[in-house]
């Protein structure tokens, strides 16, 4: 359960041989492929040069199949599961699959045929779009009193088609240089527009557009057809009719063609992995006979990959520890199968610097805790358990799928757990299903408190996991210190604290409670005197001049400067009281719909509203809280706990292998 270790790895090959030895390379899945002109930087005169290798035949065919995809998807949408929606599943295959379609599909005909129904789909969509606003404009001049030929041919008149906006029609009507100069009809009003014919002689033009301009009269220019509006209208739609009648037919040709999709998704997901190929024989540097390959392997793959080289004797391979001063090795983890599932989190915040550690092991607790916490209730816990076994069964193929609903089973064995110690049953559903009900029974053998009436002790439940967990992170950041070598960092920056802090609180217990030993209070005096003066001398020991060294010891102590602080603390631990709250909320909802739904019972038609009221109501409840809880407990994870010791932004381990997003490959060659 941790970082995999690794060893950076350069290879001598000749270069008759690199080609073969990539594809081995590839084949064996274990080697991160590094520029080498980045990593080893060798002077000009070693006469070394970077690779050059054409992808332009992988390029070629990705674009090619790219195309056919695209033609699939324009009549094509797959039916997709509430889990796909979120997060698409690669297409599973076997090795033995993708041997057939790289040996047996040629999908150029495929290409060529989907290449011309894409163009001419594409076409006549434009078509279509440009006769339906023409058509549309057409629609308005169809209203007009007079044929559109008609208001052209006018000779001492001119006719003028548009629309009015806002009070500018009312203005245009009572302006009393109207009647004098223009005649009009309205043909429409829309809203606030009023679209109207405008009719004047030509020897008051000039005046009468004067007139409009002022009123904001906005002119749409008619047409010129040679015929009726109504004939051009009908031939638009005959053409409308036509071109949709041909993308109809191309949808029937496609359908066919797709029963090649799978095939074509295989044949992508090939030439993407040849592509990947062809990009790390470009990142080898090479001489006139010789290449040189550098990279990252996994000390745990060693065994395999001598294996393989000694297929290449000519091949020699130099195998180094990571430099902390020089190197960014990648990062590949390797977990137990209990914390595997809180991998998902560590991904969302980014994978954890190669020479710290991986915190996925120590946080799983933390965050199922939360989880709980928010989410805390029987019947929902053992809804959430029966709905992640379920998915978790039905995705197991596909790891990050599954991984993410165990880690929802879990949380709901403790969601059960923790509604069992807070009497909580789909809120109080055990007080509405009559005296003596079976979990009105099983709540009264439990012994549990009721948060509701003992919302305080709550609070101080919620604030002492918070004070947990921030003491949890500082022994971390200590362990983290520990494992880089530097045990003084460790206890300057976290054991100091893990004494101030404890005995800032224990000071100030006896304002909140005031039956707190005296003892203790003198031990809170002790620790605090001791944690803050060392942090007072050791906080600033990598400033220069004593005064600033004594005035960054002195500040780090409020929490500007330094390693963490007083009001850091303060502000950490509040942010846990958001469990209760989020606690408390779930509770409540779920009350409130027991509730509405017991104002109905008394007939057989209540009972049956009860029941739905119920189902509805608790189901919206099951969502809404789930996503809270999760959303939540990931932030108390990522800001409350995270901040203390986690160094995040590490590259992925990406070895050379058939690595595509969309097609998975179940066997791997060895």
Known sequence: MAIDRVKKATLLVPRKETHRLINRLHGLSAVHVEDAAKVLNPPEEANL????????????????????????GLFIKPKKGFVEGFAALPLQITEQELREVVSNFDFDPLYQECAGIHEHYRVFDSQIEQAETEKLTLLEFARMPFSIKMALELRKTTAVFGS??????????????????????????????????????????????????????????LPRLPGEVEDRIHELDEDIQERREQQQAFRLRVLELANDSRRVEIAAGHWLSEKSKADACSNLLNSRRMSILT???????????????????????????????????????????FSRPAQILVGMFGLPDYYSFDPTPWLIFSFLLFFSFCFGDVLYGLGLVVFSFVMARKYRTHAGHARFFKLFLYGGIGTMIFGALTGAWAGNLYAFLGKGNLLARINDSIPHIEPLEKPMLMLLVALGIGVVNQFYGITLLMYKMVRKGKPLDALFDGGLWLLFLPGVMLLLAPM??????????????????????????TQGRNEKGILAK?????????????????????GDVLSYSRLLALGFTTSIVAMAFNMIGSMFVGTAIGAVIFVVVLIFGHTFN???????????????????????????GARAFTPLSFNSDRVELLEKPL
């Open 49 to 72: 040069a970077k690779g050059v290798v054409s992808s332009e035949d992988a390029d070629l065919n990705i674009k090619k199949l790219d195309i056919i995809q695209q033609t699939f």
């Open 295 to 337: 990279g990252w392997v996994r000390v745990a793959d060693l065994p395999r990959i001598n294996g393989a080289l000694k297929e290449f004797p000519e091949v020699s391979a130099i195998y180094e520890d990571p430099d902390p001063e020089k190197d960014t090795p990648p990062v590949s983890l390797s977990l137990g199968r």
């Open 512 to 537: 909140f409670m005031p039956d707190v030993p005296g003892g203790l209070a003198t031990a809170g005096k002790m620790l605090a005197g001791v944690g803050g003066l060392g942090l007072v001398l």
């Open 164 to 221: 009015f906006r806002g009070q500018a029609w009312t203005q245009f009507a009572a302006d009393s240089e109207t009647d004098a100069l223009i005649a009009w009809e309205v043909i429409q009003r829309r809203g606030k527009e009023v679209r109207a014919i405008i009719v004047f002689l030509n020897t008051d033009a000039d005046a009468a557009r004067a007139l409009l301009r002022r009123h904001g009269f906005s002119e749409t220019a």
């Open 550 to 570: 004594a005035i960054t010891g002195v500040v780090s102590l409020y929490g500007v400067l330094g390693t963490y602080g007083v009001t850091s603390f303060v």
């Open 622 to 648: 099951f969502g809404v809280s789930i996503l809270s809880a999760f959303v939540h407990s990931a932030r108390l994870i990522f800001l409350e706990f995270f901040n203390r010791f986690y160094e995040g």
